[in-house]
């Protein structure tokens, strides 16, 4: 990953590069077809529905263990309850990444008791281990944000983040996915997670915009409107 930026806090461009070691590209060519992911989607949905919580935990290689055991306790609550769940999850876009596939994943959670619905969007990324595809990442994601990250001459998303205002920019290599996080919980006007597929780092960079501080000449102004006009004698 390169990070650069100009001014005053080079100390912490050099730290962020030593904390992020780019590694070697990759061949994609390696990376498991859409349909293979399209596949182990399937079996995630036909074991969430069966409630086969082993199933689901085997479908899991996780290179972020605190991020995996965050989602399986999600799926654990989930299917713990007596109200029966009902998951169709479909992959709305997938690009080859290293030896990974990632793929935008839409899933809706129906409860047939309660009329319930819910709606996420999850960034899946996915390898072959010991011949079987497996899950390595499972992260959500902002699909709108994800939609104007910059696309390369494939058409697949770059993990790029690019800021005039703050003079910075930062380009990702194929080990770390660039996901959007979802800005109604970040509270911040952009926020970006790099995390590596090759090993258990993520990176986490946000632009929070502060209010301009209010000029003299119009603090003044805005005080003697509030105070309003003397009246005359």
């Not at 596949?39 to 085997?58: K, P």
């Not at 309850?81 to 994943?105: D, N, Y």
């Not at 072959?128 to 709108?144: K, N, S, T």
Request: charged fraction near 25%; include cysteine.
């Amino acid at each position: 990953m390169n990070f650069v930026r100009h001014g005053p806090l080079g100390a912490f461009t050099a730290a962020a590069l030593a904390l992020c070691p780019s590694s070697k590209s990759q061949d994609s060519s390696a990376a498991p077809s859409r349909a293979a992911v399209e596949s182990l989607v399937a079996r995630f949905d036909a074991a969430f529905n069966a409630r086969a919580l082993d199933e689901l935990v085997a479908l899991f290689v996780p290179v972020h263990p605190e991020q995996t055991e965050r989602t399986l306790d999600r799926l654990r609550k989930a299917l713990g309850g007596t109200e029966r769940l009902e998951r169709t999850s479909q992959v709305a876009e997938a690009w080859p990444m290293g030896r990974h596939a990632i793929a935008l994943v839409r899933a809706t959670t129906l409860c047939a008791a309660t009329q319930g619905r819910a709606d996420e969007a999850v960034l899946v990324a996915a390898r072959e281990v010991e011949g079987a595809l497996r899950i390595a990442l499972a992260v959500e994601v902002d699909p709108g944000v994800l939609a104007m990250l910059p696309r390369g001459t494939d058409e697949r998303p770059r993990g790029t983040l690019h800021c005039p205002a703050c003079n910075y920019r930062i380009e990702a290599g194929d080990d770390w996915l660039a996901v959007p996080s979802r800005s109604q919980r970040v509270g911040c006007y952009e926020s970006l997670s790099f995390w590596s597929l090759e090993r258990d780092l993520v990176v986490m960079v946000s632009v929070h915009l502060a209010r301009a501080p209010e000029p003299a000449i119009d603090w003044l102004l805005r005080l003697g409107r509030e105070l309003g006009t003397p009246s005359e004698a």
